[in-house]
T-cell receptor, first 112, second 112 residues
Framework: EAQVTQNPRYLITVTGKKLTVTCSQN?????MSWYRQDPGLGLRQIYY???????DKGDVPEGYKVSRKEKRNFPLILESPSPNQTSLYFC???????????FGPGTRLTVT | GENVGLHLPTLSVQEGDNSIINCAYS??????FIWYKQESGKGPQFIID?????DKRQGQRVTVLLNKTVKHLSLQIAATQPGDSAVYFC???????????FGTGTSLTVIP
């Protein structure tokens, strides 16, 4: 089944404790993105990648890191999480030349 | 720019009626516009897209209209069904890099 998977789905952590949210897609898509979703603000793009080893900042990259060492994986790293990073996070992938993004099921992160 | 509104616009329609969901976009340089549907507890799902050189595009039960003069986008759903109840987001892409900007969403409720 074609899909985007994220792990973990739920995470509660404390301020300053480094964490990684994994994202993997099995559709051989070149493009991948990370978004955060907050009430009343819609989805905001954090980072995107257009190919292996190519990453670019989205609208709200501060406090986040990403890497794209393989085509299928695009982990999101929070080196020192803070409470304002409490949010619902989505990973997405798409074929080059297409604007149809396939979203993962989301990761709900709480930072206390 | 960021919409700091805290309340999601809502739309309630009777089953079988047509629905119209509106969206105002901000960047006149955007090249593609996309509509997504997000059901409770799930990631957004692609519905339809339209390129900036078009003013109308039709899909299965859905039509997207683009008015570049007033920077307005609408999604029309014909014969709305209970399964259409969800939050609907518009998004724009500037075709430089892979940056997407999402609206804050409209919550559609279909009354049986």
């Amino acid at each position: 089944e074609a899909q985007v998977t994220q792990n973990p789905r739920y995470l509660i952590t404390v301020t300053g404790k480094k964490l990684t949210v994994t994202c993997s897609q099995n559709m051989n898509h070149e493009y991948m993105s990370w978004y955060r979703q907050d009430p009343g603000l819609g989805l905001r793009q954090i980072y995107y990648s257009m190919n292996v080893e190519v990453t670019d900042k989205g609208d709200v990259p501060e406090g986040y890191k990403v890497s794209r060492k393989e085509k299928r994986n695009f982990p999101l790293i929070l080196e020192s999480p803070s409470p304002n990073q409490t949010s619902l996070y989505f990973c997405a992938s798409q074929l080059v030349g297409s604007y149809e993004q396939y979203f993962g099921p989301g990761t709900r992160l709480t930072v206390t | 720019g960021e919409n700091v509104g805290l309340h999601l616009p809502t739309l309630s329609v009777q089953e079988g009626d047509n629905s119209i969901i509106n969206c105002a976009y901000s960047n006149s340089a955007s090249d593609y516009f996309i509509w997504y549907k997000q059901e409770s507890g799930k990631g957004p799902q692609f519905i339809i897209d339209i390129r900036s050189n078009m003013d109308k595009r039709q899909g299965q039960r859905v039509t997207v209209l683009l008015n570049k003069t007033v920077k307005h986008l609408s999604l029309q759903i014909a014969a709305t069904q209970p399964g259409d109840s969800a939050v609907y987001f518009c998004a724009e892409n500037s075709n430089t890099g892979n940056q997407f900007y999402f609206g804050t969403g409209t919550s559609l409720t279909v009354i049986p």
